[in-house]
T-cell receptor
Framework: GQQLNQSPQSMFIQEGEDVSMNCTSSSIFNTWLWYKQEPGEGPVLLIALYKAGELTSNGRLTAQFGITRKDSFLNISASIPSDVGIYFCAGRYNMLTFGGGTRLMVKP | SQTIHQWPATLVQPVGSPLSLECTVEGTSNPNLYWYRQAAGRGLQLLFYSVGIGQISSEVPQNLSASRPQDRQFILSSKKLLLSDSGFYLC????????????FGPGTRLLVL
């Protein structure tokens, strides 16, 4: 089946720094989604991407659907403590496939 | 607007006991429904999905089963829980169509002792 490689697995950064994470696959996808999950809660949708090359922002978050349709990245600018959580990418061709997550820790 | 509910929020059950987790969606009709399991600090594993009442597809063989008795109700069950069934269970819904974004419920944390 399709697999997504999400990196990095974890990040420990200083408040105010920018963050970048990405997902890659050997398969193509029609949709890329980025979710954030806080401890004990369900994942919350951050950004949805539906077209190759699409670049979409949501506040300090920016995500792009790779032109090859095999990758996507998420950037967070000027991180703050409440950005802490696990970020998941998900790609969909027929079914949704999730990456392993990037655990983000922000030091005030 | 659409909302998704799960209960209970937390459950502690002995090995060998039955299980019933419930998920309901409001504000939409004929949604696709999904059950995922998440081990601690890990990604999401799709267990079941349903495109309509009484229609259940299983992604992995396991000790669990799912049912959809009503359009917006999805139930995850087990007759006899195993220690390995412990985890965080997430229900999700999506609208049918080409842009099938999934939205998650708050989750149920299950601890089997």
């Amino acid at each position: 089946g399709q697999q997504l490689n999400q990196s990095p697995q974890s990040m420990f950064i200083q408040e105010g720094e920018d963050v970048s994470m990405n997902c890659t696959s050997s398969s193509i996808f029609n949709t890329w989604l980025w979710y954030k999950q806080e401890p004990g809660e369900g994942p919350v949708l951050l950004i949805a991407l539906y077209k190759a090359g699409e670049l979409t922002s949501n506040g300090r978050l920016t995500a792009q659907f790779g032109i090859t349709r095999k990758d996507s990245f998420l950037n967070i600018s000027a991180s703050i403590p409440s950005d802490v959580g696990i970020y998941f990418c998900a790609g969909r061709y027929n079914m949704l496939t999730f990456g392993g997550g990037t655990r983000l820790m922000v030091k005030p | 607007s659409q909302t998704i509910h799960q209960w209970p929020a937390t459950l502690v059950q002995p090995v060998g006991s039955p299980l019933s987790l419930e998920c309901t969606v409001e504000g939409t009709s004929n949604p696709n429904l999904y059950w995922y399991r998440q081990a601690a600090g890990r990604g999401l594993q799709l267990l079941f999905y349903s495109v309509g009442i009484g229609q259940i597809s299983s992604e992995v063989p396991q000790n669990l089963s799912a049912s959809r008795p009503q359009d917006r109700q999805f139930i995850l069950s087990s007759k006899k829980l195993l220690l390995s069934d412990s985890g965080f269970y997430l229900c999700a819904w999506s609208e049918t169509g080409t842009r099938e974004t999934q939205y998650f419920g708050p989750g149920t944390r299950l601890l089997v002792l």
